[in-house]
């Protein structure tokens, strides 16, 4: 064991920790979820402090000797080697100081032991004079946020792409698949299912350009601010160094705020990203939705699509499947859409020149990222690949409308197509038996009115033959 002390008084820790009295302290005054610091995020703050530890070396101020231990410390931790050494809750007050510390303790006390000596000995490698050299908390946790959320968005990002040019694939292989359009959950005209999958592949990607355009304000960051966004104690040398450290390190392009008192009081960027993944998720909620009407039944529902059968559906009822598949991913949406709220109320609720909810807000935005990721690649792997069509239902259902009627109007005009549409209805017939039956159109011509290439593009179904039959 090693006695460990700070301004409140002194601790008792067991010698193999890594990290440190403020680490304990934070331990035993937060247990709100039970869960620890999302390894992501981890690492992001290793690589921030491995940034602070090399620009504090180019201006002089911190000892090569002991940046480089830091620094070496730091890349330990980004290979997960400390992962078990950072037991702190995510959801913690004092706007992540606990988190900040716990990262400082470890890579002090890691340098201690590179160097030579004991763990503890601070006053060769302190976590607050040599680890957190010219930071705050208040500078270094938002932006290891940032960091962090960029990681995290690129698997999302892929797998949203991969989402998209899925449902691409299927927009290709069933073009020639004609089906009822459906509004207000009623017939509508004809479209094929291909299109429909192409408009899901579309707002799919416009998701992926509204999260995008979001990240490019998490590479703006305020290192260097310190405590409150003055700069005290971080000199002008070390502010330029410390973004083009954190660039090098993280491979992308950080620059500093124009006004690092609001880059910290501010924390309106990761409203931004979250309201992103929420529209995104909105988008994929119908998504699913639609997925799960259409393969309603088997027997008694729509049943135009077959989603591949993943479990039993029923602890009493042999043989039924349910669409689990898409019902997670709505569950998974709803959830981004909650924590986005938790989120909102955390940004609206920052205080002078602080927002100490960062916790809360990385908590959230960090689970919505991964959530989201997760539920989109069950979706194309568990349900979109395996897809199949009951082309026949889709017939079907399309012999039995009346909406079809819409696309005779300039053929038969609105009185003769509203007569017929009456007609099917209360007699429970299709309409094209009522057309030829009427001698309206011949079959000929109504076969080409009717057809898919000709009523699901814009412009008049059979304009070729409106002038044919003017002549």
Same mark, same amino acid.
């Given at each position: 064991?090693?006695?460990?002390?700070?301004?409140?008084?002194?601790?008792?820790?067991?010698?193999?920790?890594?990290?440190?009295?403020?680490?304990?302290?934070?331990?035993?005054?937060?247990?709100?979820?039970?869960?620890?610091?999302?390894?992501?995020?981890?690492?992001?703050?290793?690589?921030?402090k491995?940034?602070?530890?090399?620009?504090?070396?180019?201006t002089?101020?911190?000892?090569?000797?002991?940046?480089?231990?830091i620094?070496?410390?730091?890349? *330990?931790?980004?290979?997960?080697?400390?992962?078990?050494?950072?037991?702190?809750?995510?959801?913690?007050?004092?706007?992540?100081?606990?988190?900040?510390?716990?990262?400082?303790?470890?890579?002090?006390?890691?340098?201690?032991?590179?160097?030579?000596?004991?763990?503890g000995?601070?006053?060769?490698?302190?976590?607050?004079?040599?680890?957190?050299?010219?930071?705050?908390?208040?500078d270094?946790?938002?932006?290891?946020?940032k960091?962090?959320?960029?990681?995290?968005?690129?698997?999302?990002?892929?797998?949203?792409?991969?989402?998209?040019?899925?449902?691409?694939?299927?927009?290709? *292989?069933?073009?020639?698949?004609?089906?009822?359009?459906?509004?207000?959950?009623?017939?509508?005209?004809?479209?094929?299912?291909?299109?429909?999958?192409?408009?899901?592949?579309?707002?799919?990607?416009?998701?992926?350009?509204?999260?995008k355009?979001?990240?490019?304000?998490?590479?703006?960051?305020?290192?260097?601010?310190?405590?409150?966004?003055?700069g005290?104690?971080?000199?002008?040398?070390?502010?330029?160094?410390?973004v083009?450290?954190?660039?090098?390190?993280?491979?992308?392009?950080?620059?500093?705020?124009?006004?690092?008192?609001?880059?910290?009081?501010?924390?309106?960027?990761?409203?931004?990203?979250?309201?992103?993944?929420?529209?995104?998720a909105?988008?994929?909620?119908?998504?699913?939705?639609d997925?799960?009407?259409?393969?309603?039944?088997?027997?008694?529902?729509?049943?135009?699509?077959?989603?591949?059968?993943?479990?039993?559906?029923?602890?009493?009822?042999?043989?039924?499947?349910?669409?689990?598949?898409?019902?997670?991913?709505?569950?998974?949406?709803?959830?981004?859409?909650?924590?986005?709220?938790?989120?909102?109320?955390?940004?609206?609720?920052?205080?002078?020149?602080?927002?100490?909810?960062?916790?809360?807000?990385?908590?959230?935005?960090?689970?919505?990222?991964?959530?989201?990721?997760?539920?989109?690649?069950?979706?194309?792997?568990?349900?979109?690949?395996?897809?199949?069509?009951?082309?026949?239902?889709?017939?079907?259902?399309?012999?039995?409308?009346?909406?079809?009627?819409t696309?005779?109007?300039?053929?038969?005009?609105?009185?003769?197509?509203?007569?017929?549409?009456? *007609?099917?209805?209360?007699?429970?017939?299709?309409?094209?038996?009522?057309?030829?039956?009427?001698?309206?159109?011949?079959?000929?011509e109504?076969?080409?009115?009717l057809?898919?290439?000709?009523?699901?593009?814009?412009?008049i179904?059979?304009?070729?033959?409106?002038?044919?039959?003017?002549?």
């Amino acid at each position: 064991m090693r006695k460990e002390h700070d301004f409140l008084g002194e601790l008792e820790l067991a010698d193999e920790l890594y990290y440190g009295v403020q680490t304990l302290r934070g331990i035993e005054n937060f247990f709100i979820t039970g869960k620890k610091i999302d390894l992501d995020f981890v690492k992001a703050m290793a690589m921030v402090k491995k940034a602070c530890a090399l620009a504090n070396m180019s201006t002089g101020r911190l000892d090569e000797k002991i940046g480089q231990a830091i620094s070496r410390a730091a890349d *330990e931790v980004v290979r997960g080697n400390f992962n078990d050494q950072f037991p702190v809750d995510p959801i913690q007050g004092g706007a992540g100081t606990s988190f900040n510390m716990n990262m400082n303790e470890v890579l002090a006390n890691r340098a201690l032991e590179i160097l030579g000596y004991e763990k503890g000995q601070y006053d060769i490698v302190s976590p607050n004079n040599h680890v957190n050299m010219a930071q705050s908390t208040n500078d270094t946790f938002p932006t290891a946020i940032k960091v962090c959320a960029i990681m995290k968005s690129k698997p999302l990002l892929m797998a949203l792409r991969r989402l998209a040019d899925e449902l691409d694939k299927k927009a290709e *292989e069933y073009k020639e698949i004609l089906k009822m359009g459906r509004t207000h959950l009623q017939d509508a005209v004809p479209i094929t299912l291909g299109q429909e999958m192409g408009a899901y592949a579309s707002g799919v990607r416009r998701g992926i350009r509204r999260i995008k355009s979001a990240m490019l304000e998490a590479h703006t960051v305020n290192m260097g601010a310190t405590a409150v966004g003055t700069g005290l104690n971080a000199e002008p040398t070390y502010i330029k160094a410390v973004v083009d450290e954190l660039s090098r390190i993280v491979g992308e392009p950080f620059i500093t705020a124009d006004n690092l008192i609001d880059a910290t009081n501010n924390t309106d960027v990761f409203a931004d990203i979250s309201s992103g993944l929420k529209v995104t998720a909105l988008v994929l909620i119908k998504m699913a939705n639609d997925f799960r009407l259409m393969a309603s039944g088997p027997r008694c529902g729509i049943g135009e699509l077959k989603l591949p059968p993943r479990q039993p559906g029923s602890s009493i009822m042999p043989g039924k499947v349910n669409p689990v598949i898409a019902e997670v991913l709505n569950q998974t949406c709803y959830q981004v859409i909650g924590n986005d709220l938790t989120i909102t109320l955390g940004v609206e609720n920052g205080q002078f020149e602080l927002n100490v909810m960062e916790p809360v807000i990385a908590y959230n935005l960090f689970n919505s990222m991964c959530y989201l990721k997760n539920a989109v690649n069950t979706f194309v792997d568990k349900l979109l690949i395996d897809l199949e069509v009951d082309k026949e239902q889709c017939e079907y259902w399309l012999e039995r409308s009346v909406g079809i009627v819409t696309a005779l109007l300039p053929h038969i005009g609105y009185e003769n197509a509203s007569a017929l549409a009456k *007609e099917a209805l209360e007699t429970d017939r299709s309409v094209k038996e009522i057309i030829l039956e009427q001698g309206l159109l011949t079959k000929e011509e109504m076969d080409y009115i009717l057809s898919p290439k000709e009523m699901t593009r814009p412009g008049i179904a059979g304009q070729d033959l409106v002038k044919n039959l003017g002549n």
